[in-house]
T-cell receptor, first 116, second 112 residues
Framework: GAVVSQHPSWVICKSGTSVKIECRSLDFQATTMFWYRQFPKQSLMLMATSNEGSKATYEQGVEKDKFLINHASLTLSTLTVTSAHPEDSSFYIC????????????FGEGSRLTVL | SQQGEEDPQALSIQEGENATMNCSYKTSINNLQWYRQNSGRGLVHLILIRSNEREKHSGRLRVTLDTSKKSSSLLITASRAADTASYFCATAHTGTASKLTFGTGTRLQVTL
């Protein structure tokens, strides 16, 4: 299957700093990637849809200025958590799709963010 | 919210037993997918069933779909300790382009 690489797998930062998480499709091109957030023992909540070469589409309630998404190439999308606060601590997971727009998603391994 | 609900929230069984998880959703779908997540890891796709299909098999997995009841079930037969994980259903809803909406998940524990 297709491989999605996510980096870093975990990061600890101080409150007020910004953190960038990268999501790469290693063996395929992804015009669309998805960013999810997951709290402990809970489901995945879609934050935004990242579109190559255009602006991301954010879900209702997600602050676009807080969570900056850039999809500058067909194999890389980045999520930057700006001015992080402890409540931003979470597990962030990216995914991408190969083929049909309603087909299966391939997920990265996730990035655990802890804001002190 | 289109988020589906799964039950049970948690399931503990012994190795060799079958595990059944159920998923209900609210609006019409193009397809329904099941994913597995080991603790602290990403998700792995297990199986996809289209809205015009009623049952699908893959190895020890059996998925059913009842669109009239807006529900699906995932059966894992002859469970193994390695099946311990969280299982999520995800729905591709009609008219929502390529987004998937994930259910609340079932945490499965298989003991020796």
């Amino acid at each position: 299957g297709a491989v999605v690489s996510q980096h870093p797998s975990w990061v600890i930062c101080k409150s007020g700093t910004s953190v960038k998480i990268e999501c790469r499709s290693l063996d395929f091109q992804a015009t669309t990637m998805f960013w999810y957030r997951q709290f402990p023992k809970q489901s995945l909540m879609l934050m935004a849809t990242s579109n190559e070469g255009s602006k991301a589409t954010y879900e209702q309630g997600v602050e676009k200025d807080k969570f900056l998404i850039n999809h500058a190439s067909l194999t890389l999308s980045t999520l930057t958590v700006t001015s992080a606060h402890p409540e931003d601590s979470s597990f962030y997971i990216c995914s991408a799709r190969v083929g049909a727009i309603t087909g299966e998603l391939f997920f990265g391994e996730g990035s655990r963010l802890t804001v002190l | 919210s289109q988020q589906g609900e799964e039950d049970p929230q948690a399931l503990s069984i012994q190795e060799g037993e079958n595990a059944t998880m159920n998923c209900s959703y609210k609006t019409s779908i193009n397809n329904l997918q099941w994913y597995r997540q080991n603790s602290g890891r990403g998700l792995v796709h297990l199986i996809l069933i289209r809205s015009n299909e009623r049952e699908k098999h893959s190895g020890r997995l059996r998925v059913t779909l009842d669109t009239s009841k807006k529900s699906s079930s995932l059966l894992i037969t002859a469970s193994r300790a390695a099946d311990t994980a969280s299982y999520f259903c995800a729905t591709a809803h009609t008219g929502t382009a390529s987004k998937l909406t994930f259910g609340t998940g079932t945490r499965l524990q298989v003991t020796l």
